[in-house]
């Protein structure tokens, strides 16, 4: 039977620590953890339930400081978590089926982040209502689903790559190794966490995404990484958009980069420019809630209300409840003389979210 090992790099975790290898520690034959400088007592909370435990120099890079954890790992699997998240409760059964079956090297597994509100957005993906049953995300109302390459057949060819958002996922598909999606989930309680918390994280990160960028000068993902970040923490929508501009030039298929090149262009005050970016990104990744918004808002600007009108009972369809297109759609029929309507939606919205 092949075995798996857990694989982790922490620091100053001693509080989120024990949920974290709770959730793990009867599904997985080791776990390996290194420490980038914990001054709490994280190593200690990790001794306890039976990781072998190396301490490392952090040297601002995520990818580098996984290898080194990485490298200690002796299971066949490898299974890499972050101390701020919990594995599922059918994982137990799930994977020893897994990393059994022949012909497989690694597979994507599904992430829950768990948010605060319906209105939260983390990059391009939708927020559901939050209805996993996972009984310590029960206080959350809602979460963003992702994927990543989180299990992977141990191998001298397959390493972390990027100095943040590290992933081994290129790694996979440049070696052409045979990758599936995985029947449990991840879930992470990072991003509710405290704000001052959240911000401090944020503007780091956004030093490494400079870093990463830097490093991969024509990695598209990476300009589109750091173009979030400038939006989002900095507010810098100049900076956003050149590097926006940028992963759309070396990924002309890169649906996300055209959406969020269009949704700046049109928070600079060039609506005309941003519709034509939003249609190219409708053009790659189809219907979507958050670019059918972009689109409303676009067409609103240039005042051609009937088109908003449409873009905005479309992006509705795609979610039952949505106070925030509610409005919009109650301001754009108002525009069009449809006032009772209009005002009944605006009033609606305001009722559901004051």
Same mark, same amino acid.
């Given at each position: 039977?092949?075995?798996?090992?857990?694989?982790?790099?922490?620091?100053d975790?001693?509080?989120?620590?024990?949920?974290?290898?709770?959730?793990?520690?009867?599904?997985?034959?080791?776990?390996?953890i290194?420490?980038?400088?914990?001054?709490d007592?994280t190593?200690?909370?990790?001794?306890?339930?039976?990781?072998?435990?190396?301490?490392?120099?952090w040297?601002?890079?995520?990818?580098?400081a996984r290898?080194?954890s990485?490298?200690?790992?002796h299971?066949d699997?490898v299974?890499?978590?972050?101390?701020d998240?919990?594995?599922?409760?059918?994982?137990?059964?799930a994977l020893p089926?897994?990393?059994?079956?022949?012909?497989?090297d690694?597979?994507?597994?599904?992430?829950?982040?768990?948010?605060?509100?319906?209105?939260?957005?983390?990059?391009?993906?939708?927020?559901?209502?939050?209805?996993?049953?996972?009984?310590?995300?029960?206080?959350?109302?809602?979460?963003?689903?992702?994927?990543n390459?989180?299990?992977?057949?141990?191998?001298?060819?397959?390493?972390?790559?990027?100095?943040?958002?590290?992933?081994?996922?290129?790694?996979?598909?440049?070696?052409?190794?045979?990758?599936?999606?995985?029947?449990?989930?991840i879930?992470?309680?990072?991003?509710?966490?405290?704000?001052?918390?959240r911000?401090r994280?944020?503007?780091?990160?956004?030093q490494?995404?400079q870093?990463k960028?830097?490093d991969?000068?024509?990695?598209a993902?990476?300009?589109?990484? *750091? #173009? +979030?970040? /400038?939006?989002?923490?900095? &507010?810098?929508?100049?900076?956003a958009?050149?590097?926006? @501009? !940028?992963?759309?030039?070396?990924?002309p298929?890169?649906?996300?980069?055209?959406?969020?090149?269009?949704?700046?262009?049109?928070s600079?005050?060039?609506p005309?420019e941003?519709?034509?970016?939003?249609?190219?990104?409708?053009?790659?990744?189809?219907?979507?809630a958050?670019?059918?918004?972009?689109?409303?808002?676009?067409y609103?600007?240039l005042?051609?209300?009937?088109?908003?009108?449409r873009?905005?009972?479309?992006?509705?369809?795609?979610?039952?409840?949505?106070?925030?297109?509610?409005?919009k *759609? #109650? +301001?754009t /029929?108002?525009?069009?003389r &449809?006032t009772?309507?209009?005002?009944?939606?605006?009033? @609606? !919205?305001?009722?559901?979210?004051p």
């Amino acid at each position: 039977m092949p075995t798996l090992a857990l694989s982790m790099i922490v620091r100053d975790e001693e509080q989120a620590l024990p949920a974290c290898l709770e959730s793990v520690k009867d599904k997985v034959d080791e776990i390996v953890i290194a420490d980038t400088g914990s001054k709490d007592g994280t190593m200690e909370v990790a001794k306890r339930y039976g990781a072998r435990c190396i301490s490392i120099p952090w040297e601002n890079d995520f990818a580098a400081a996984r290898n080194r954890s990485l490298a200690e790992v002796h299971s066949d699997w490898v299974l890499w978590m972050d101390a701020d998240e919990q594995l599922d409760e059918n994982a137990k059964a799930a994977l020893p089926r897994l990393i059994a079956a022949r012909g497989i090297d690694g597979y994507i597994v599904p992430i829950f982040d768990y948010v605060l509100g319906m209105d939260v957005k983390i990059w391009d993906y939708p927020t559901r209502p939050n209805r996993t049953g996972f009984a310590p995300a029960q206080r959350f109302p809602a979460y963003v689903e992702h994927i990543n390459a989180r299990l992977f057949h141990r191998r001298p060819e397959i390493y972390f790559v990027g100095c943040i958002h590290e992933t081994v996922w290129p790694r996979l598909r440049d070696t052409g190794k045979v990758v599936y999606k995985a029947n449990f989930a991840i879930h992470h309680f990072g991003v509710v966490t405290d704000p001052a918390t959240r911000i401090r994280k944020n503007q780091f990160y956004r030093q490494l995404l400079q870093k990463k960028v830097q490093d991969m000068p024509n990695d598209a993902q990476a300009h589109l990484e *750091l #173009g +979030l970040a /400038e939006m989002d923490v900095t &507010r810098d929508f100049q900076a956003a958009l050149q590097y926006f @501009a !940028a992963a759309c030039r070396l990924n002309p298929r890169l649906g996300t980069a055209w959406l969020y090149h269009g949704l700046v262009l049109r928070s600079l005050g060039h609506p005309k420019e941003a519709l034509e970016a939003l249609r190219h990104a409708k053009s790659i990744s189809g219907q979507r809630a958050d670019l059918c918004e972009g689109l409303g808002d676009a067409y609103y600007d240039l005042q051609d209300f009937h088109a908003a009108r449409r873009c905005y009972k479309r992006a509705l369809s795609f979610r039952k409840s949505w106070p925030a297109i509610e409005s919009k *759609l #109650g +301001l754009t /029929e108002v525009r069009l003389r &449809r006032t009772r309507p209009g005002l009944a939606r605006l009033r @609606a !919205a305001v009722k559901q979210a004051p």
